[in-house]
């Protein structure tokens, strides 16, 4: 048989009468069925549950490609990268410890039944997981579900303000005899109705849920007709006519507002009968229950993420040891870390917030523990608990795919450095100073590279912390060089620049000239006239080691 709301699986056993997992009490978690009726179609489809659908899942857990396969009792563990038959060790792991499920992406049909087999034998559940889907939606979704109170095995109406976002959705799609999702200011997806019959929803809540988002498409649309514009300046709901060449059923939105600040939407749309009288109605209170809890969510996160970037900033900075971040985040002080900084051409575009944003998403996408601080001109990323031996190119690979991001998707152009893997959290100031060096030699010019560790600009960055030394202490320049500067800005010649060039040609004059774009002979009188005005002696390798040096600082230096 197969449980309501569930999808059915072909040869999967009945689950009736089965023990759950470990022993454990239903009560000590969510059990399985819940959790799988409220994530539902299309996200993910059951393809095995040797021990039933009353196991308890306590918890998510994401699997790194780079992690040993690991998991706790009560788990849902997320194997991400590990795709099709990749997935066996995950599988057999959380057998092993007792964990309630394991989720994972087919390459193909046939991949399920070694999956199914594996899954029975291991004693753990097996949910497939949609190719679209992304990852860290499933892990938000799943982990808000858990948290939230249990949803109801039968369609009802819980108290309104007793429940999180999910069960208010669930009321709002009784109410209404509607599908329901209620939508942030930027139409991501927070939470969503069940519905039992998928041909019930239409295009948009489809790719909506797949992609925790409205796609742009449909966005565009709803903004063309002037759908968006009320729900920012009005209470009132406002009805969205069907549109079958767009895939669009007919709906009803209402803005949910706190004062005069928008906090998000709830969307109803009709599925195969029509919504209630009374949906408008339902509407108008389902928005003033939601906006108390968005306002008390956001001042709950804000609290809290106000602690953790202020622990986080003194770690960075120096200014507060290791201890108390790991104490409030549930870090291992001991286990490998590293920073990452990034840095763009204006202060202004590197702090806008779909650029954080961006860094952010792509950050926890790759280490489930990733922390993010801006610091002044700078955006910090501490990658803490990273497994032994992580090769420096596959950080590389994940500062690499921000930096292309940001150019693709913003237009806006990025640097990254890599500090140093340290080998434990005391020691992240070291790795946030080695980033800083790289991104000031970057910063500084004569770095032809968007990312980089210290290993690729190690000339680069010393010479620029010279030429920083020279700025800071014109005790240490001579003064025959910075008189030929102030020459070339009195009179309008290239003698500093043209020495440089020679300098740097080693001699050879006829490459330092084609580098200016002058004649060979050009070039030499310059460089004797320098000397002459000067008095410097190039012919003595100390006077062109400093004027290799100090020739690179500003002109108005």
Do not use: C
């Amino acid at each position: 048989m197969t449980t309501p709301g569930l999808p059915a699986t072909p040869g999967l056993p009945p689950t009736s009468g089965l023990p759950p997992t470990s022993g454990l009490p239903p009560t000590s978690g969510l059990p399985l069925r819940r959790l799988l009726m409220s994530l539902g179609e299309p996200l993910v489809e059951l393809q095995a549950a040797p021990q039933g659908l009353d196991v308890p899942v306590r918890d998510v857990a994401i699997l790194d490609p780079e992690d040993p396969p690991t998991a706790a009792p009560g788990e849902l563990v997320l194997a991400i990268g590990a795709r099709g038959r990749a997935a066996l060790p995950a599988l057999r792991a959380a057998g092993r410890a007792g964990a309630a499920a394991v989720a994972v992406k087919l390459d193909g049909p046939g991949q399920a039944d070694a999956l199914r087999e594996a899954a029975t034998e291991a004693g753990v559940a097996l949910l497939s997981v949609r190719r679209e889907t992304r990852w860290e939606h499933l892990d938000s979704l799943a982990r808000a579900i858990i948290a939230g109170p249990d949803a109801p095995d039968t369609p009802g109406a819980p108290e309104p303000n007793a429940g999180d976002l999910f069960s208010l959705a669930q009321t709002v799609a009784v109410l209404t005899n509607g599908i329901v999702s209620i939508e942030d200011t930027s139409s991501r997806v927070l939470a969503y109705s069940r519905s039992s019959d998928s041909d019930e929803v239409d295009d948009l809540r489809r790719l909506s849920i797949l992609g925790w988002q409205g796609p742009e498409p449909y966005l565009s649309k709803l903004r063309e007709w002037g759908i968006f514009q009320h729900l920012r300046t009005s209470d009132a709901p406002i009805a969205v006519e069907p549109h079958p060449e767009l895939g669009l059923r007919r709906r009803l939105a209402i803005g949910i507002r706190a004062g005069a600040q928008p906090l998000g939407t709830i969307w109803v749309q009709e599925g195969a009968q029509p919504l209630a009288p009374l949906a408008d109605q339902a509407l108008v209170g389902a928005a003033r229950v939601a906006a108390a809890q968005l306002v008390r969510r956001r001042r709950e996160l804000s609290a809290d993420t106000r602690l953790t970037r202020t622990l986080l900033t003194g770690l960075l900075e120096g200014s507060t040891g290791p201890q108390s971040l790991a104490t409030h985040l549930g870090l291992d002080l001991r286990r490998p870390a590293t920073v990452l900084a990034y840095s763009a051409h204006t202060t202004e575009a590197l702090h806008r917030s779909d650029v954080t944003g961006l860094i952010s998403v792509h950050a926890a996408a790759r280490h489930r523990t990733a922390l993010l601080a801006p610091i002044e001109s700078r955006v910090y990323v501490l990658l803490p608990e990273l497994p032994p031996g992580l090769p420096m190119a596959t950080v590389r690979g994940w500062a690499e795919e921000v930096v292309a991001a940001a150019r693709e998707h913003l237009g806006v152009p990025l640097r990254a450095a890599i500090g140093s893997t340290v080998d434990g959290l005391a020691q992240v100031p070291d790795s946030r100073a080695q980033a800083d060096r790289i991104l000031d030699a970057m910063g500084r010019g004569g770095v032809d590279l968007d990312v980089a560790a210290l290993i690729d600009v190690q000339a680069e960055v010393l010479v620029s912390e010279m030429l920083a030394l020279l700025q800071e202490r014109s005790g240490l320049r001579d003064p025959r060089l910075t008189a030929l500067a102030a020459y070339d800005r009195r009179h309008g010649t290239r003698l500093a620049e043209s020495v440089l060039a020679w300098l740097d040609a080693l001699g050879e004059v006829r490459v330092a000239a084609d580098a200016l774009h002058i004649h060979p002979n050009t070039l030499r009188y310059r460089v004797r006239r320098a000397e002459q005005l000067t008095g410097i002696d190039l012919a003595q390798p100390q006077q062109r080691l400093l004027a290799m040096l100090q020739l690179r600082l500003p002109a108005d230096e």
